[in-house]
């Protein structure tokens, strides 16, 4: 029924306990609520792997997780996470999630010195995706073909992996210098 739909005393009665124990073991609902949405992502996995082709084996996986159940489970406690989020504890537990399973991995692996930034734009990425997808259940994604999602998000979500000016297979570097100009500028395929 969602967070605030549910009060203690629902929860309380639904365990078959007072709600004053509820409130003196947990503190508050919010206390609860997280105690309870708990999300086992095993994408950690994914994001130690390799870098090449991470992006879309972390796609697929985020567009797959649905199809076990750990994974279904994991997608309810996001969803039920990311609706609630207009909560400071929530959202400080959400952004830690996010933080720890996509961000972290990837920055103690990347080069050069924005590797920070751009590993939270992968988190950033990933945490639109699986919004998208399993929580507002996007009708267009959730229809497509999964391979095909996975080989188009999967190569934007590779990109912030790569630093810029390291040259891309088949494109010319994204601060390269523009003949035509002779101007030293970034140039986005």
Same mark, same amino acid.
Not at 175 to 188: F, I, K, L
């Given at each position: 029924a969602g967070f605030d739909a549910v009060g203690i005393r629902a929860v309380a009665a639904r365990a078959g306990v007072d +709600? +004053?124990?509820?409130?003196?073991?947990?503190?508050?609902?919010?206390?609860?609520f997280?105690?309870?949405m708990t999300v086992d992502l095993p +994408?950690?996995?994914v994001m130690e792997g390799p870098l090449d082709g991470m992006g879309r084996a972390i796609v697929e996986h985020v567009v797959c997780l649905p199809s076990t159940r750990t994974g279904a489970l994991a997608v309810t406690a996001l969803a039920a996470l990311f609706r609630a989020s207009d909560r400071d504890e929530v959202r400080r537990t959400l952004r830690t999630t996010i933080d720890e399973v996509f961000a972290r991995p990837l920055v103690r692996r990347l080069t050069g010195g924005d590797a920070e930034v751009r590993a939270h734009l992968v988190a950033a990425q990933l945490g639109g995706l699986l919004t998208s997808m399993h929580v507002v259940r996007d009708p267009v994604l959730l229809a497509a073909d999964p391979q095909v999602v996975v080989a188009r998000y999967g190569d934007a979500v590779q990109r912030p992996t790569v630093p810029l000016g390291t040259p891309e297979p088949g494109r010319a570097p994204?601060?390269?210098?523009?003949?035509?100009?002779?101007?030293?500028?970034?140039?986005?395929?």
């Open positions: +709600a +004053a124990l509820v409130i003196r073991h947990f503190g508050s609902k919010e206390r609860l997280l105690e309870t +994408a950690i996995q994204r601060d390269a210098v523009r003949p035509e100009s002779g101007e030293n500028r970034e140039v986005y395929p």
